[in-house]
């Protein structure tokens, strides 16, 4: 097996930095073009003096537009990314306009100019780019030929993903495997070549430069006779590893002290993303508390006013990695249940008040968990969490029920804009929304969150599952 490694480590050092520059520039170029969209208000005719203070402060909010896209994020997320920046810029500007002198002195048509422009050319940007890493690939890369050893899920996979994402300097040839009665599984339209045993003779007179092997893990020694019949090529041999068996969760390669390890099922929040998601909580989270403070005491004296009892409902629920947390709503009901038995609310609830029916339809009672997310304990977009007693429950009988606190709960999730939202009265209701948290851990994008909290705002004004 250390053959292989080799080869994979040699191939992996050459790729990876290439990789990296390509995600790094599309990671920076919306917040570059940003700090410097003002320079387009020259050609308008706005003198250089007059466009200094505006200058600054767009390299002052250029942040918020790091991470608006990365080479695998499709392009309708790019758009929608930016769309949503926009127009919560355009009105957070429009407001300090008419504040700040040099912003005001710059005029309203050349301000609407600015916010209609610098995003065209923004999202244009972005598709030149991709349109011509295919040929800076290609320039940096020769083509080279590959095979595919083993008629398996993964390798299927691999070769699914070679041709829907385009590689352009890797071209998959065919396949060769020695189960002939696997050929209707082979993806198309690659073609068997052979049994493994006409391998190397193949690799040698065809100028094969990449072998991927997605043998099974129990075909141990028919992997070490063939890596011991590929000494005498040049191809660089890679192992596709067969994690299919199990449900990835962030599947990722990494290394521990040296030796390198897969990760099956990991947080998508580790590194850079961390930083992203914890830092668009906080201040997505300050700017609500901020301009919904008025309604939060509003809503806490009609609490108070209108039935006995707290203001605030407090419960125990499981939090990341399954450590018990304290959230917080708005009492909707005439009782505060916590123990180890929690019935659902359900249509037509008799516990519900009169003023928690209004809230719990229009999501108001959730406003005290954005004071969660500001402590760390949830996030505004995550699986939604449980009471402790329905994930006692729940836990025993949903496969990866608990995979779900990999993160943060959340205010607002994925499962609820999909439908699954309210009291889930059966265990495959549960299992459908279990399964779009599993979803969500696996494709988490910036794009992603900031769809969801979009859909979630047109949700609450037409919701028939709140009640």
Known sequence: MNTATVHLNHEASDAMPRHLLVDGIEWLLTPVLMALSP???????????????????????????????????SMWIVFLGLALRWIWLALLIGVMKHQLEPLA????QAFWLWTTVTPLFQFTAHLVLRATVPFATLLHNPLRNAVL??????????????ASTGVPSIRLVGIFDDRSSRRHELPEPLPLLGRLADLPRYVV???????????????????????????????SVYFVPDI??????????ASVCGLPVIAVRETPFTGRNAVIKRLSDILLS??????????????????????????????????????????????????????????????????????????????????????????????????????VAHNEMYRKVISGYMIRHKVRPGI??????????????????????????????????????LRIIAKTIVIIFCDRYAY
């Open 39 to 73: 320079l387009i208000l020259l050609v308008y005719g706005v003198a250089f003096d007059r466009l200094a203070p505006f200058l600054l402060l767009t390299l002052l909010l250029s942040p918020l537009f790091v991470g608006t896209s990365r080479n695998k994020t």
């Open 105 to 108: 002195s710059l005029g309203s």
């Open 149 to 162: 050893v083993g008629a398996t899920m993964q390798g299927s996979a691999l070769a699914h993903r070679l």
């Open 205 to 235: 007179e065809n100028d094969i430069h990449l072998i991927y092997i997605s043998l099974p893990m129990t075909s141990e020694r028919r992997v070490l006779t063939l890596l011991d019949e590929l000494k005498d090529t040049t191809a």
């Open 244 to 253: 299919f068996v199990t449900d990835l969760i962030q599947g990722k390669s």
């Open 286 to 387: 300050l700017a609500i508390v901020t301009l919904m403070s008025p309604i939060l005491l509003l809503i806490a004296v009609a609490i108070a006013t209108t039935s006995r009892g707290p203001v605030l409902f407090k419960q125990r629920r499981y939090g990341l990695d399954g450590k018990e947390i304290l959230i917080y709503k708005f009492r909707s009901m005439s009782v505060c249940e916590d123990g180890k038995i929690v019935p659902q609310a359900i249509r037509n609830d008799l516990r519900v008040t009169p003023l928690g029916r209004f809230l719990r339809r229009t999501s108001l009672d959730e406003l005290p968990q954005f004071f969660n997310v500001l402590g760390g304990s949830m996030s505004i977009v995550g699986p939604r969490p449980h009471a």
């Open 412 to 449: 607002t999730g994925w499962a609820q804009v999909n439908g699954f939202r309210g009291e889930t009265d059966s265990i495959d209701k549960m299992q459908a929304r279990v399964d779009h948290d599993l979803e969500y851990l696996r494709r988490w994008s910036l794009g992603m969150d």
